[in-house]
């Protein structure tokens, strides 16, 4: 395996400037196209190595003629694609390292016993066949920074205190101790994964899913957590991959419809793949 030492501060020099396929049959949220004058960037997270899910919703972040994409991290795990998922992200302006992604580089540490399994056997399409792609995987995986920071804004797959691997839950808004931990490391707008629940979580310990506000929230004053959902595996009753747009200071989360069967089919079909890997992805859970 020639994945290397991670560093931390490493950011993957990549361009953004690629041509999406559309694949037919996806069917968008139905919400208006996003449009401003300022850049558009679009925020993606927990990809998962389903690859019907990331094309369909690079297909709608292609519709809104964004051309920076941020991926905060878990482009493998659980699914069936990790080569295809990981050579499609590679064009994007930002990825970041997960915990799924660390795991495939090193040994998972606290994984179940089904994301255990999926993760050698990612590991194992990584180092056979394609000698030369799966050498640029490795490389591509071994350089993702922990987090990025731009200004106001913060990007980490898990959170400000643990990038990699700390969860922040809707739930949590009642551990005042956490929040308050977490919210302290925030200069103001954190955007995170993860957890594969989309939400805005604010300082003054609410948390407001996005039916709840017309899937915008205009960024502020206040700290603000920020959640963008996943692509790969929806864990919000809502089967749809999730994503956002980021317009300026207008947050807005995107729903894409997808083949989840197809995918779930893939899944089927290899033996190291849990099962349930392929349900969940019908009932977002």
């Not at 506000?213 to 790969?232: A, C, F, P, R, T």
């Amino acid at each position: 395996m020639s994945g290397g030492a991670l560093d931390p501060n490493a950011v993957p020099k990549i361009d953004c400037g690629f041509e999406l396929r559309r694949p037919g049959g996806h069917s968008l949220s139905g919400r208006p196209e996003v449009r401003s004058g300022a850049a558009l960037r679009a925020i993606i997270s927990d990809i998962h190595a389903n690859y019907e899910g990331l094309e369909a919703v690079l297909a709608d972040i292609d519709a809104q003629g964004i051309e920076e994409i941020y991926c905060l991290g878990d482009i493998v795990g659980y699914g069936p694609n990790p080569r295809e998922c990981i050579d499609r992200v590679m064009s994007c302006k930002v990825c970041l390292l997960g915990n799924h992604d660390q795991g495939a580089l090193f040994d998972p540490e606290g994984f179940n016993a089904g994301a255990e399994r999926a993760i050698f056997w990612t590991r194992k399409m990584l180092e056979t066949g394609d000698k030369a792609g799966n050498e640029r995987r490795w490389e591509f995986l071994g350089e993702l920074p922990r987090m990025r920071r731009e200004d106001s804004f913060l990007f980490v797959h898990g959170s400000a205190r643990n990038p990699l691997n700390e969860y922040v839950f809707p739930e949590d808004i009642y551990n005042q101790r956490k929040m308050e931990r977490i919210f302290g490391l925030v200069e103001q707008y954190c955007f995170q994964g993860h957890t594969h629940i989309p939400g805005v979580f604010t300082e003054d310990l609410n948390f407001l899913a996005p039916s709840e506000i017309d899937y915008k929230y205009e960024l502020g004053d206040q700290k603000v957590l920020i959640n963008v959902g996943s692509v790969g595996q929806p864990r919000d009753a809502d089967n749809r991959s999730c994503y956002v747009i980021l317009d300026d200071r207008t947050v807005n989360f995107r729903r894409v419809d997808y083949d989840f069967d197809k995918t779930a089919g893939k899944i089927y079909d290899i033996p190291d793949l849990d099962n349930f890997l392929g349900d969940r992805l019908r009932d977002g859970r």
